[in-house]
């Protein structure tokens, strides 16, 4: 017969108090109440109303998280502008270099970075952001829109644009990464350049519901969403076993929660939106805009551990 530690890879914790912070499917023994415990997440989660931008816009770039946020670029009548989120409300920030939409986005809103993008003449340029203004980084070899990032200003990682090649950067400059397994576009991507998760896109067939997992030299498949998904949106400062996506085209409302093997359904925005941007974590994720040129955001408050007894003396 197995036993506990060869299915999950660790003893059952004996202590003389119930760990201060437990992962979920965590067991453990409290001597002191002689209670055996375990603790789980709460599926579902919840959409409530944040500030509004200044302007409308879709396409555009986020990052950050839900109480210091950055949207930047987008279609819009100002589609260089940058704006900072407090939890409360947007101020304007420093402008993007040029006008640009559809670009991929990573980092936070201290150090964000924009690359590539369909403006007039897309050349793959990539812009560094430092809280007040942008500066131009290294470029990329492929110029298209329709990629996304993921990972931190100085460690991100590019995927999607219609094609299988990515790019990782290293905060200077651009370098070839491993294929993706399909060709798609308006793919989405959260976590770090060594431990991704890319979800969905446009392809030639269905919307898919596949999600794939990079660790920094090679791709794996991970779970399936229920819910096929392009344009779509993820709080970009989730991690590959802890995230959340969100909305997607045409008009998609309803998140999902990955704990880095399956999805389970989460709570749906009031105004199901494609083309929108994300920030956040799966804990505090924030829907930043959208189509067809919204102003509004939407933050989540997703799903929580909870500890149940299984027995006690």
């Known amino acids: 017969m197995s036993e506990y530690k060869e299915i999950h890879g660790g003893n059952i914790v004996v202590g003389s108090s119930d760990p201060s912070n437990p992962q979920n499917g965590q067991i453990w023994y409290n001597t002191t109440t002689g209670a055996l415990k375990i603790s789980g997440v709460v599926t579902g989660g919840s959409w409530s109303t944040g500030g509004n931008l200044s302007h409308n816009v879709q396409y555009l770039g986020g990052a950050g998280t839900q109480t210091a946020g ?89 995927v999607g644009s219609d094609e299988t090649a990515i790019e990782e950067y290293d905060g200077s400059s651009w ?42 030299t090679s791709f794996s498949a991970g779970g399936t969403m229920s819910t096929g998904r392009y344009l779509h949106a993820m709080a970009g400062a989730g991690t590959q076993t802890a995230s959340l996506v969100f909305g997607g085209d045409p008009g998609i409302a309803n998140a999902e929660h990955y704990d880095g093997t399956s999805w389970t359904a989460g709570g749906s925005m009031s105004t199901g939106r494609g083309y929108l941007a994300g920030a956040g974590t799966l804990a505090a994720g924030l829907a930043i805009a959208g189509s067809s040129y919204l102003n509004s955001t939407e933050e989540y408050s997703g799903p929580g551990i909870v500890v149940e007894t299984i027995s006690s003396s």
């Open 175 to 216: 370098t070839a990464g491993a294929n993706y397994p399909e060709i798609a576009s308006f793919v989405k991507a959260a976590g770090s350049l060594t431990a991704a998760l890319v979800t969905g896109g446009l392809t030639s067939g269905p919307s898919p519901t596949s999600s794939n997992h990079y660790n920094g």
């Open 70 to 158: 950055l949207a930047f670029g987008g279609q819009s009548y100002t589609g260089n502008r940058t704006e900072e989120y407090d939890g409360t409300s947007w101020t304007i920030g420093g402008n993007l270099g040029s006008t640009n939409y559809d670009m991929g986005d990573a980092g936070t809103q201290t150090a964000a970075l924009s690359m590539a993008g369909g403006s007039v003449s897309p050349s793959g340029k990539t812009e560094e952001y430092d809280g007040s203004s942008w500066t131009a980084g290294g470029n990329m070899s492929n110029g298209d829109r329709g990629f996304s990032g993921t990972g931190s200003q100085t460690a991100a990682l590019a």
